[in-house]
């Protein structure tokens, strides 16, 4: 059971690799919030593994990873292999303690913990890798995803290969925090004059918090996955002013029906 969320492709295109190669189901967390139950309940069965796969933001899993993770319910659960993959575009910092404690509190314990660098979609701050780089950070992952797989596959246990970066404990301890209080925030967003109103920025969005009439209006919950942005299919969609100029990037393994909420 392969749990993942993701914005531009990166995490899905893990995702779905991993569930294939393990003949295992893949589950969107996002569907689930969106679902507007209580509590996501799924029944396990006899040595089915367990995985999450998800973008990092601001050293640390999305929001809604962590808050799927507080209501999940798993019945049958008998000491199921548990994984996580975290994808970036540099380093991950403490994210696998951050996911650690919180599957700890729902009595399950990460096996092991596996990033990968894929390309970089954090246009606020920053830009896109060049096309040679966004190549190179592709086939990389192809090879990665293979070594993971065959971990996987072994259920191997205690294996925590993961790129932390400088300061782990700052990046996710200190400038998450920030992150979440200070730069998840929809205000800046707006479409310019080349939305032609198309509606995909309203499909693909992971929180259904844009209604696009004429032109996309934001709502107040977003996680920002820049999925909107990335994936309007003629770059109308902007975030302040610096993001005219950025480059857009999706994930070419990944057809645009696949986001659709
Ligand atoms: C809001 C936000 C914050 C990000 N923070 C980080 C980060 O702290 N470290 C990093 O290496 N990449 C960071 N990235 C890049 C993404 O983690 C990376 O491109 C990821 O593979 C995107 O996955 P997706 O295509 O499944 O959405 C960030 C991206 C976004 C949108």
């Not at 000491?79 to 994808?87: E, L």
């Not at 910092?93 to 913990?113: E, I, Q």
């Not at 109308?236 to 993001?243: D, P, R, S």
Request: proline share 3%; aromatic share 10%; net charge neutral.
């Amino acid at each position: 059971m392969i749990f993942y969320f993701s914005g531009t492709g990166n995490s899905l295109q893990a995702a779905k690799s991993i569930a294939e190669h393990n003949d295992e189901k893949l589950i969107s967390i996002a569907a689930a919030i969106n679902s507007n139950v209580d509590s996501y309940e799924y029944n396990l069965e006899d040595n089915e593994v367990i995985g999450f796969v998800y973008p990092i933001y601001a050293w640390a899993p999305p929001r809604m990873v962590l808050q799927f993770i507080e209501r999940l319910k798993l019945s049958n659960y008998n000491n199921n292999y548990v994984f996580s993959v975290a994808t970036c575009g540099e380093n991950i910092g403490n994210t696998m303690k951050v996911l650690d404690a919180s599957l700890k509190k729902k009595n399950l314990k990460l096996d092991s913990g596996f990033s990968i660098k894929m390309p970089n979609n954090y246009v606020i701050i920053g830009n896109v890798d060049s096309k040679e780089a966004e190549a190179q950070k592709l086939s990389a992952a192809e090879e990665t995803l293979k070594h993971i797989n065959k971990v996987i596959e072994g259920k191997g246990k205690g294996i925590f290969e993961i790129e932390k970066g400088f300061a782990p404990g700052i990046l996710t301890s200190v400038i998450n925090p920030l992150f979440n209080k200070n730069a998840v925030d929809t205000k800046k967003f707006y479409a310019n004059e080349s939305c032609n109103s198309c509606g995909i920025c309203e499909k693909v969005c992971n929180c259904e918090n844009i209604k696009v009439d004429e032109k996309p209006v934001w709502g107040t919950n977003c996680t920002q996955c820049l999925g909107c942005l990335h994936l309007c299919p003629v770059n109308a969609i902007q975030y302040g002013k610096g993001t005219e100029k950025k480059g857009r990037y999706k994930n070419p393994n990944i057809g645009i029906h696949e986001y659709y909420q």
